[in-house]
């Protein structure tokens, strides 16, 4: 959208930001160092230049101040304005600081090429494709905002294949009666109890640890996810789960309901009191560390070596796929889907859902 006006022109690019420029003495076009949030920004600097003109005190712009922001300068600035979650800020902070910043962060903004991503891309994190893909995806989102801002004239990071990870290690899903041999090998009682949550109930780490007292029934007959904690940088963080239909109620099979109604007899009072407590930060969060430990050792007792504890998700999902459990209802029960395929099923899966639970326990 561009707006005409008697000194200079402005322009709504797709971002919702404002560019401005003007014509100056010089008969040279010159733009805002900057984009505006709001179009009044962009017409008060306008009206800055035109009273330099009228003044007599207007200066073509110097080689300082048309300098191209740098990259990280770029990046740093478009993480600071978008709408993000605590946790994911600090997530892509540490991207930038940690694998962007040191080989592409100091270069001009418009001055990355193709084979300068390329060649970052290539010596980056080989031996962690989720976070390599993680990280191409940032830097490809940061050069289509530039693009949408006329920052540059074309994205140089184009890989788009680059932004999927291949998984390096296959998730095993263990059968029923390797789950039921799993519990009995965990030695702390609370731990046995996450471990029966998250192998029958599809429940991810996050999510257990983000269990409160009012999230499961006084029967245990349901448990009501509705938000995950997550470890950045140092720090905890407690939100929403990882997808839109991660928010969702899961139907315990009754077989491990009294396990859970006892351990609901050793938590904390309050409503808010942590199912599952641990060492993490000022809450005591139950720690992937924590987690991780048990499971491993619990695997291995069973013969199977370094098992980890999102193998148990899958271990869920696989047997209540056995049960004849459709697509969509499986995907509403473990809570892995895009919005738009949340919205076409979750609702209808909240009764089938009970169903899938009683025949887990005729298994």
């Not at 191409?136 to 680059?162: C, M, Q, T």
Request: with cysteine.
């Amino acid at each position: 959208m561009a707006g005409k006006r008697s000194f200079g022109g402005l322009r709504k690019l797709p971002s919702g930001r404002w560019q401005a420029n003007y014509t100056g003495p010089d008969v040279v076009v010159h733009k805002a160092p900057a984009t505006f949030a709001a179009k009044v920004d962009a017409e008060g600097w306008l009206a800055a230049e035109r009273r330099k003109i009228d003044l007599g005190t207007w200066r073509p712009p110097t080689v300082e101040q048309k300098r191209t922001l740098t990259l990280a300068e770029y990046a740093a600035q478009r993480i600071g304005q978008r709408t993000l979650t605590p946790r994911t800020r600090k997530h892509y902070e540490n991207i930038l600081d940690r694998h962007i910043g040191p080989v592409l962060g100091g270069a001009a903004l418009a001055g990355v090429t193709v084979t300068m991503v390329r060649s970052w891309y290539a010596a980056l994190l080989p031996d962690a494709p989720t976070a390599r893909a993680h990280a191409y995806a940032l830097l490809h989102s940061v050069f289509r905002d530039a693009l949408d801002e006329g920052l540059i004239d074309a994205n140089p990071a184009r890989e788009r294949k680059a932004m999927n990870s291949k998984r390096v290690r296959p998730i095993r899903a263990l059968t029923k009666a390797q789950l039921v041999a799993l519990v009995e090998h965990v030695r702390a009682d609370d731990l046995k109890v996450a471990v029966m949550v998250g192998g029958w109930c599809g429940l991810r780490s996050g999510e257990l640890k983000g269990l409160r007292r009012r999230d499961v029934a006084e029967d245990a007959s349901v448990i009501h996810v509705e938000r995950a904690v997550t470890y950045r940088g140092g720090e905890y963080f407690e939100g929403e789960p990882k997808t839109e239909a991660g928010v969702r109620t899961v139907s315990v099979p009754s077989s491990i309901r009294p396990a859970i109604v006892a351990h609901m007899r050793t938590v904390g009072r309050g409503r808010n009191a942590l199912v599952f407590t641990g060492t993490g930060g000022p809450e005591g969060y139950l720690t992937d560390w924590q987690l991780r430990r048990a499971v491993a050792a619990a695997g291995a007792a069973i013969g199977v070596d370094d098992l980890r504890p999102h193998e148990l998700r899958h271990t869920a999902a696989t047997l209540a796929a056995q049960t004849g459990a459709t697509t969509k209802q499986l995907m509403a029960r473990i809570g892995h889907a895009t919005m738009g395929a949340a919205l076409l099923y979750q609702h209808a899966a909240a009764e089938q859902d009970a169903e899938i639970a009683r025949k887990l326990d005729e298994m």
